[in-house]
């Protein structure tokens, strides 16, 4: 069984396109994350929500909207798409907001021409 | 704010003993974590130190020592299958975010 899922695993789109990536977590765990990691590696959180609230939204361009439909499922949507946005993105889970070990899905190339 | 230092690459040789070290700046910190990620793929969280002091899970060994705001994580017995990525993370605040390092590459070669 799949822990944390994500999906699609690679996307390739045009720049001035929308476009969103699911996530769906099996864990029951309460908190889930957004990660953004370029292509130095450098790892950084974009949201985090805990039982479907936001409660961690770094310095993130709005045009970056995450939802959490219920606690299992964080997607994130992407308005007007620039080449800067081109990384993998990573969701994340953990039983709670506090706890040191998270869970990570598989990764999301996005690759924006 | 939080930040954390790791060397950017390390070397070593199949069977050997590596350390990769960890120092942060925070306030509030409420310990490290150490997380693994081979290329192409996920984070792996491998290990926690919420106290002081050295916690072993197999091969690998992470320690921490909060007065020196110094942690380490110990590979011992290398295998080719360690080459990967590290990363130190903290501090662990409910409503502050998992900062992580920027990473470790270890390369393991014969």
């Known amino acids: 069984d799949t822990a944390v899922s994500q999906t699609p695993k690679y996307l390739v789109t045009q720049m001035g396109n929308d476009k969103s990536i699911k996530c769906e977590q099996n864990?029951?765990?309460?908190?889930m994350y957004w990660y953004k990691q370029d292509s130095k590696k450098f790892l950084k959180i974009m949201f985090s929500y805990n039982n479907k609230e936001l409660i961690i939204n770094e310095t993130v361009p709005n045009r970056f909207s995450p939802k959490s439909p219920d606690k299992a499922h964080l997607n994130l949507h992407i308005n007007s798409l620039e080449l800067g946005d081109s990384a993998v993105y990573f969701c994340?889970?953990?039983?709670?907001?506090?706890?040191?070990?998270?869970?990570f899905g598989p990764g999301t190339r996005l690759t924006v021409t | 704010g939080q930040s954390l230092e790791q060397p950017s690459e390390v070397t070593a040789v199949e069977g050997a003993i590596v350390q990769i070290n960890c120092t942060y700046q925070?306030?509030?910190?409420?310990?490290l974590s150490w997380y693994q990620q081979h290329d192409g793929g996920a984070p792996t969280f491998l290990s926690y130190n919420g106290l002081d002091g050295l916690e072993e899970t197999g091969r690998f060994s992470s320690f921490l020592s909060r007065s020196d705001s110094y942690g380490y994580l110990l590979l011992q017995e290398l295998q080719m299958k360690d080459s990967a990525s590290y990363f130190c993370a903290g501090p662990n605040s409910g409503n502050t975010p998992l900062v992580f390092g920027k990473g470790t590459r270890l390369s393991v070669i014969a």
């Open positions: 864990l029951g765990h309460d908190t």
């Open positions: 925070t306030s509030g910190f409420y310990g």
């Open positions: 994340a889970s953990s039983p709670q907001s506090t706890s040191y070990e998270q869970y």
